[in-house]
């Protein structure tokens, strides 16, 4: 692999955004973007989805359906990336008979129509035991049409579905980038401690050097730039920082995975590998072992730092990476994101029909308990003892005050029934008079 594979294609595209800027400024009714590319990511350009695709052919399980109906929570949260698709194999697709005669058949529902073009353009996996889940890329370009690279293929389990929504150095990194770092340069490390050591020195000081060196390109607010009117809280300024990670750190395995994945080959690569991350999660390119040189830093760093020539997203050079995070709230002040919490693990029937049970609320008659049985109730201090005979004497209790009560009433209803036989027998008699 060309270690300098990722410095040619940054200087070509630069190059073609340069003569973009060049063409914009000598242009009638062309005006350049002010804004700083880092700048302009942060505010403008909305992250991709990842499909996640769930194949099952059987009745899942009561841990496996808590899962997926966890996802499809987290699928409806503001600014999560993530789009979730359960689909049932084991279910055949309608088929047209072959005959010249038309035939009546039931509309396809939407919704199988969705699965039977999903599992034809996304077949399951046959190498993986069901339930299984293959995630997937946001779409690509490729020779014939888009394409959706795969980023991990396993059996549904709740730890690799915890890590693909979200890790502890994307939360470092999605903090790093509100409070108004330019980039977040990911240090992937090779294992090697010595290799990993001398790149994040160099790498260290590099970002320092450009944090003195580089300006930010002259703001002229105008009317036209929406930019200028939001007027962000976000202190504007140049600011490259690193942040180290380990291969070997499980809680990132997926945040791993999608990095590697970010161009062909890298999951190859045994050298550390450097990733600046901007914008909303997006990574720029990938610098490779003796890569990570002071000219590569220099010219990606001048990327970031410099005017947004072009505003669309897809025309710059980059892969998203999956943040959630509600970006637009971050950035307006509020609360980065509110995700659901994740649910409980279930080992048996018991701990299933538990779950159920905690959705329905509890409404019973005392009326409707045998006497004879006593009625236990857990107890909020688990080293006390059952109160079992306290519990079959407040039953029995229970049940004579209602005795009471039919007893005292019906004497009551006879006593008003007296009172007005007696007044109308006294009403005839007066009339009688």
């Known amino acids: 692999m ?5 410095s040619c294609r940054l200087r070509l595209l630069c190059f073609g955004l340069l003569m973009f800027a060049v063409v914009a400024a000598v242009t009638p009714g062309v005006r350049a973007c002010q804004t700083p590319v880092f700048r302009y990511a942060l505010e403008k350009w909305p992250g991709d989805y990842y499909p996640l695709l769930i194949y099952h052919d059987a009745p899942l399980s009561p841990d496996d359906q808590a899962t997926i109906d ?3 929570k987290v699928q409806e949260v503001e600014g999560s990336q993530v789009s979730i698709y359960v689909l049932d194999v084991s279910k055949k697709p309608a ?3 072959a005959s010249t005669q038309p035939t009546t058949q039931p509309e396809q529902s939407r919704a199988d129509a969705q699965m039977e073009y ?19 890329y946001p779409a690509r370009p490729g020779p014939k049409g888009a394409v959706w690279p795969v980023v991990h293929t396993g059996r549904l389990d709740r730890k690799v579905v915890k890590s693909v929504i979200d890790s502890p150095a994307r939360q470092k990194i999605v903090k790093r980038l509100l409070s108004g770092d330019s980039s977040v340069w990911v240090l992937l490390e090779s294992g090697d401690k010595k290799k990993d050591d001398a790149a994040a020195k160099l790498l260290k000081t ?39 990670v380990s291969r070997d750190d499980p809680a990132e395995a997926m945040f791993i995975q999608m990095l590697l994945g970010s161009e062909e080959g890298l999951d190859e690569v045994k050298d550390p590998i450097a990733f600046p991350i901007f914008g909303r999660g997006r990574a720029l390119a990938a610098f490779v072992g003796e890569g990570i040189d002071a000219e590569n830093i220099e010219d990606a760093s001048i990327f970031l730092v410099g005017k947004c020539s072009c505003q669309v997203k897809d025309l710059n050079p980059g892969t998203d990476i999956m943040f959630t995070v509600n970006w637009e709230a971050a950035l307006a002040g509020q609360p980065k994101l509110t995700m659901p919490a994740l649910p409980k693990i279930i080992v048996n029937e018991v701990d299933a029909v538990d779950v159920v049970l905690r959705t329905i609320p509890k409404k019973i008659d005392p009326t409707t308990q045998p006497a004879t049985q006593p009625t236990t109730q857990p107890s909020s201090d688990p080293a006390s003892p059952d109160p079992a005979p306290k519990e079959e004497i407040t039953t029995s209790a229970s049940v004579i005050p209602m005795s009471m009560m039919l007893i005292i009433g019906g004497a009551a209803i006879g006593l008003i029934g007296l009172v007005v036989v007696s007044m109308v027998v006294v009403m005839r008699k007066g009339a009688g008079s």
Not at 2 to 6: A, G, K, Q
Not at 219 to 230: K, L, S, V
């Open 206 to 244: 590099e970002l320092a050097r450009m944090n003195e060196e580089l300006k930010l390109p002259e703001q002229a607010p105008t009317p036209e730039d929406p930019y200028e009117e939001e007027g962000l809280d976000i202190e504007l300024k140049v600011a490259f920082t690193m942040l180290r």
């Open 118 to 136: 999903l599992l034809k353009k996304f077949p399951p996996p046959t190498d993986v035991k069901m339930p299984a889940m293959v995630l997937r």
């Open 2 to 6: 060309n270690d300098n594979r990722s």
């Open 95 to 97: 088929t047209q008979p």
């Open 70 to 72: 966890w996802l499809e």
